[in-house]
């Protein structure tokens, strides 16, 4: 694999495992409104929810995520990359075409809701 391609891919990596600790808190905030709450903490806990999606929308969404994508899928080293490592920019990639279809906005409700 040419330098280029694997620098990409370990920065794309990088950003992935960035996304993946801020889902894990949101998966924290997300359980504790279910079962330890404070009767009164509803609010505050929306607010948060709201605020980290919205904040991963844009993390998962920005510009060099997707040219990142983009140099690595369409160089020509691209074959020369392993199951797994393929796999992993499948997933990146639709993840991002997904997210990039979602207007933050409309994130940032939903998760408050």
Not at 22 to 41: N, R, V
Request: hydrophobic share 35%; no cysteine.
């Amino acid at each position: 694999m040419v330098d280029t391609t694997k620098a990409n891919y370990e920065t794309l990596m990088k950003k992935s495992k960035e996304l993946a600790v801020l889902q894990s808190a949101e998966s924290i905030i997300g359980w504790d409104m279910e079962t330890m709450m404070p009767p009164k903490a509803i609010t505050l806990r929306s607010e948060q929810f709201s605020l980290l999606s919205t904040i991963e929308h844009k993390m998962s969404t920005e510009p060099e995520i997707g040219n990142l994508l983009d140099k690595i899928m369409h160089h020509r080293d691209y074959s020369k990359l392993n199951e797994p490592q393929k796999r992993n920019v499948y997933l990146i990639k639709k993840h991002y075409d997904e997210q990039t279809k979602l207007p933050e906005q409309l994130v940032a409700q939903i998760a408050k809701q």
